[in-house]
């Protein structure tokens, strides 16, 4: 994280200023923000702490985690279904805000930080989820906080996840869904549903195939009644 980086770099005001609007221009663009810094050492013994290394500042990097083309399509369709969308993301809300843009998440003004999390208590969380449909900068242990919050307003709770830090979260959710490809043993092991595809629009899919089984049963269940009871 870039003031992570900015702090071992021990950086002055004015400089993480400097840093702090470049990071926001950059998170703005809808990328992912990076801070690089070096450090040599040469005489023992090793400094006590990562800290009291003397860090120098060499650069920020963007990486751009392209959005998948069936994601703004397959959002539009959960919206029609009545399914309300929520992001939790580790970036930062620039970033997030971006890529909601791009998919056509809403409403996207409002957005809570892991910092803001914390400063909450579970039942003023509890109304801000409500309405805030962007998490940014979150911790992992927090994304359980906000599940629980979910399911205390009374919300039928899915979330998907795919680190070994999500398996709380994915455990909790009324229904877990883990990434097949790139999500770890523990996240699978958790989870109620495994993405063989890690495609957002196969969540979508299965909810279809879900509700279409769950009509189906009922028309059957009406049909038995009507006909033979």
Same mark, same amino acid.
């Given at each position: 994280a870039p003031e992570a980086i900015a702090d071992l770099c021990h950086l002055d005001p004015s400089e993480g200023l400097e840093l702090s609007r470049a990071v926001q221009a950059m998170a703005g663009e809808?990328?992912?923000?990076?801070?690089?810094?070096?450090?040599?050492?040469?005489?023992?013994?090793?400094?006590?702490e990562q800290h009291d290394f003397k860090f120098q500042f060499l650069g920020l990097v963007g990486l751009e985690d392209p959005v998948r083309p069936?994601?703004?399509?397959?959002?539009?369709?959960?919206?029609?279904a009545g399914i309300r969308v929520v992001m939790i993301?580790?970036?930062?809300?620039?970033? &997030?805000?971006?890529?909601? $843009?791009? /998919?056509?998440?809403t409403p996207r003004d409002e957005i809570l930080t892991g910092a803001d999390l914390e400063r909450m208590s579970d039942g003023e969380l509890q109304v801000k989820v409500r309405t805030t449909n962007i998490f940014a900068r979150v911790m992992p242990e927090q994304k359980l906080r906000l599940v629980n919050a979910l399911k205390a307003n009374g919300e039928i709770v899915a979330m998907t996840g795919d680190g070994v830090n999500d398996a709380p979260a994915l455990k909790s959710a009324h229904i877990g869904i883990a990434m097949g490809e790139r999500g770890t043993d523990v996240a699978r092991e958790a989870a109620s549903l495994v993405l063989l595809d890690d495609?957002?629009?196969?969540?979508?899919? &299965?909810?279809?195939?879900? $509700?279409? /089984?769950f009509d189906n049963l009922h028309k059957a269940m009406a049909y038995i009644l009507a006909i033979h009871v």
């Open positions: 809808g990328l992912r923000v990076l801070g690089v810094g070096k450090a040599y050492f040469q005489k023992a013994p090793l400094p006590g069936t994601v703004a399509g397959a959002l539009q369709d959960c919206y029609t993301t580790g970036d930062y809300p620039g970033t &997030a805000q971006n890529i909601a $843009r791009q /998919i056509g998440l495609d957002f629009s196969s969540i979508v899919q &299965a909810v279809r195939l879900g $509700r279409r /089984i």
